[in-house]
């Protein structure tokens, strides 16, 4: 993969964060003109980025261990 190709996948992923952002975020987030984050007290806002963290941290390690599940399956059939 050439580093355009790699430019065009990575733009691809952001189109699809762009999407979230127009669709299930503005559901979630969107206050009309303004941003839920834009009001919200700075402590609610803390404490709703430590939560994001977290979630982070439990779809890393539901990603890992898929992976090691595949890696193992790979490992047993190798494909080329």
């Known amino acids: 993969?050439?580093?355009?190709?790699?430019?065009?996948?990575?733009?691809?992923?952001?189109?699809?964060?762009t999407n979230r952002i127009l669709t299930v975020g503005a559901e979630?987030?969107?206050d009309g003109?303004?941003?839920?984050f834009e009001t919200m007290p700075i402590l609610g806002l803390v404490q709703y980025a430590r939560e994001e963290?977290?979630?982070l941290a439990v779809y890393?390690?539901?990603l890992d261990i898929r992976l090691s599940r595949l890696e193992a399956l790979?490992?047993?059939?190798p494909i080329q």
Do not use: I, V
């Not at 993969?1 to 964060?17: A, K, V």
């Not at 790979?74 to 059939?77: A, E, G, N």
């Open 60 to 62: 890393a390690a539901m």
């Open 33 to 36: 003109d303004t941003q839920k």
């Open 53 to 55: 963290a977290q979630d």
């Open 1 to 17: 993969m050439s580093p355009y190709e790699l430019r065009g996948r990575f733009m691809d992923f952001m189109g699809q964060c």
């Open 28 to 30: 979630q987030y969107s």
């Open 74 to 77: 790979l490992r047993s059939h």
